[in-house]
């Protein structure tokens, strides 16, 4: 009687955490050293070692999906922080990991490896960096200038950058 009270707790427990689980959105990763940190280079370079090791199409597009978010957080968060050079190079490494990805899923559809998960999955991802660029675009100028010491000021024109992001996720939403 104590086992079957037992059993019957734990599938009820289990389906309903399995339930809450399954009912969450796209979740962006937290951020990892940043710019500036002495394991920064050392991380960015073992995820370039990663990418071999992610062979495939599908392997590819989980791995390129996984940078832009990765470079997103990072360049939100130095945006948040008015680092706006070190923001835009994250940013900017975001776009070409998202494009890759988006070039992987249009091979793995055109190999029919596919069964709609892996384009379901980056099109949430696509809506969910829209949505944090979105965010950034309305607090943020939509151009600074930024002077490095005994440099000449540069013009950033984040808003054309904004735009540029956008255009590359929204080729994820069709």
Known sequence: ???????????????????????????????????????YRINEWWDQLQEYWYFGDIAGLKYHRAMADKYLIEAKTLFEYQQYKLAVNALQKSDEHFAHAVVYLIDVNNK????????????????????????????????????EEQKDPEDI?????FTKAKTI??????
Do not use: C
């Not at 024109?157 to 950058?161: A, Q």
């Open 112 to 147: 029919r490896k596919d069964d709609g998960v892996q384009g379901a999955i980056l099109k949430q991802s696509g809506e969910k960096h829209t949505e944090i660029i979105d965010d950034l675009n309305e607090f943020l100028p939509d151009q600074v200038t930024w002077q």
């Open 1 to 39: 009687m104590k086992s079957t009270i037992y059993v019957l707790f734990f599938v009820s427990y289990f389906s309903f955490f399995i339930s809450v689980v399954s009912a969450a959105d796209y979740v962006l990763p937290y951020p990892s050293y940043m710019p500036g940190n002495k394991l």
């Open 169 to 174: 996720r929204n080729y994820a939403n069709r």
């Open 157 to 161: 024109p984040l808003d054309m950058l």
